[in-house]
């Protein structure tokens, strides 16, 4: 029952922050604001690797731009070793506090933010709707039973 009822709020949300991101304006480069998409130049403080696992690699970057600081998980297998390194200056695209991507001359890498997402709310999202109702009916009829 719990996990149907979080699978209903937790979806929906995911659905309308891919949206969002998507709709989102780029940030004329003297005046960012939150909702829009900022484009700045960061420098690579630190590159730290982490071994899932189900045996996936994947690398967290620290940037420092200007007194910002931020954190972006990217996947290994797009960003292998030695594509950045610190000291390296990055151009990223901030959105609500958060790097959702990371250009290093002509490549472009998504971070987890907005990378892993969208593919779970585009295909699996109605299969986990339609569950968690089921999770939730059952939650509640069992409990309807046991009393």
Known sequence: CTLGLLVLILVPFEWHRQHA????????ASAPAYGCRWQRLAEVAAVSVHHESHGAVNREVAFLAGSDHYDAHFSGDRLG????RPGQM??????????????????????FYIQSVPWLI???APLLIVMGVVMIATGVAGTSVRR
């Open 21 to 28: 991101y998507r709709a989102a304006a780029t940030c004329p």
């Open 122 to 124: 585009l295909f699996l």
């Open 81 to 84: 070793p030695g594509v950045v």
């Open 90 to 111: 990055v151009s990223v695209e901030v959105w609500h506090h958060k790097v959702t991507a990371m250009s290093v001359g002509p490549e472009t890498y998504r971070s």
